[in-house]
């Protein structure tokens, strides 16, 4: 059982902005409501288990109830809309930072996965509601195996131990807010960090973009925060 109480010992700031449920449907869509009556910056959602739990293109996520940290975390950006795309950039560089000081070194999927040995560990979904976004984040802590075809792992699998989740939650809050805080005047430090921890860089690699497959190397990625693929001698952005 999640202890709430920890959680909120280290990050008092939390305190009356921290919903958990054993069951929702979707973090995301929780912290949204919530921002519909009100909910401020800060406010965090948390659920053991969601029945309709998505990521980017509307891919279903799932992790056994109580076996992974499964939140939203609601944030009032002070940029432009057009650039909030960036903070799944940010919360990336977030998660493996943090994962770094639990002794877990994992690089970053552009532009919202995170990978450990190959394999998908965590995912990130940002979404604006009214004048704030919601980042939702999955991550898998303590699931023992995955269907071997599923291409995803755990922090258990990786680390061969059980992670506190209230420690790790903590770290990541602060962390996601002190990342996504540079997304406008100092974005330059997000892909630099990205592209040290960017995973397959200098690989081929195939994408499919406005229903076109595209072949390339992965050469990065670029100021403005685009995947660079490099076809035929030039740089594409995708």
């Not at 996965?113 to 394999?119: C, Q, Y």
């Not at 962390?175 to 995973?199: H, K, P, T, Y």
């Amino acid at each position: 059982m999640f202890n709430s109480a920890e959680l909120l010992r280290r990050v008092p700031m939390l305190e009356g902005r921290f919903h958990y449920a054993q069951v929702l449907e979707s973090s995301n869509d929780t912290a949204a409501g919530l921002i519909r009556s009100g909910a401020q910056s800060g406010t965090l959602v948390m659920a053991e288990e969601q029945t309709n739990g998505r990521g980017r293109g509307g891919n279903q996520w799932s992790c056994p109830r109580g076996q992974g940290l499964l939140f939203s975390l609601v944030l009032e950006p002070d940029f432009d809309r057009t650039q909030w795309s960036r903070l799944a950039l940010a919360t990336g560089v977030a998660l493996v930072e943090v994962l770094d000081k639990f002794g877990i070194s994992a690089d970053i999927k552009w532009p919202n996965d995170v990978w450990i040995s190959g394999k998908k560990c965590a995912g990130v979904l940002v979404e604006g509601c009214e004048d704030r976004v919601v980042i939702g984040v999955g991550l898998n802590i303590a699931v023992k195996e995955f269907p071997s075809d599923l291409g995803a792992t755990s922090l258990l699998i990786e680390a061969g131990r059980v992670i506190e989740r209230e420690a790790l939650l903590a770290e990541l809050v602060q962390s996601i807010i002190a990342w996504g805080s540079r997304c406008c005047s100092d974005f330059d430090s997000v892909v630099d960090a990205v592209n040290r921890r960017c995973v397959m860089k200098g690989e081929m690699i195939q994408l499919r973009q406005d229903g076109v497959l595209l072949s390339g190397m992965m050469a990065g990625v670029s100021g403005d925060g685009y995947l660079m693929l490099e076809v035929d001698g030039e740089i594409e952005m995708i």
